[in-house]
């Protein structure tokens, strides 16, 4: 009897050695997740709900190549709110480190020393209604996991 419970012990840590872990950027589910969460992200942005643009934030929070607080962050949406409301989102991409930093290294760098969170990017397609040529704009966001949620850590356009 022991030893079938040395075996059954045996090969229930063999397997759970096997169990490991997808990175994000493998994991389906969890890219979704980021999307989904820069979606909704952004739809506060655009209806000015600036209470949960800064609870669904990490601060210090990179902003258009400088480095602000809430307050900061709040006051340029605040003061970009026009422009804001006449953007459609058209599609979100998700992109890790190695993806942005191929077209956009110095910004990788910055991000690096100015210790900002930069693992994951979701880079939004907008197009301005304003605009009668409809050309497409993007932004780009820096996304940081904190506690198991997705958060904005900045945005660069």
């Not at 693992?119 to 301005?128: C, H, L």
Request: glycine fraction near 4%; charge should be negative.
């Amino acid at each position: 009897m022991k030893i079938k419970n040395l075996a059954l012990a045996a090969l229930l840590i063999g397997l759970s050695a096997c169990v490991k872990s997808v990175p994000i950027e493998d994991d389906l589910s969890q890219k979704q997740a980021a999307i989904a969460a820069t979606r909704t992200y952004v739809e506060a942005i655009e209806s000015q709900n600036l209470d949960f643009v800064v609870e669904h934030s990490v601060f210090p929070y990179w902003l258009d190549r400088e480095i602000v607080d809430a307050d900061g962050l709040k006051k340029m949406l605040a003061e970009e709110a026009e422009d804001l409301a006449n953007w459609e989102l058209k599609q979100l991409r998700f992109y890790t480190t190695a993806d942005i930093a191929i077209f956009a290294p110095r910004m990788i760098e910055k991000l690096s020393e100015a210790q900002i969170a930069h693992e994951y990017f979701v880079v939004a397609q907008f197009s301005d209604r304003s605009d009668k040529g409809r050309r497409l704009q993007s932004v780009l966001f820096m996304l940081q996991r904190v506690d198991g949620h997705w958060k904005i850590a900045g945005l660069e356009d």
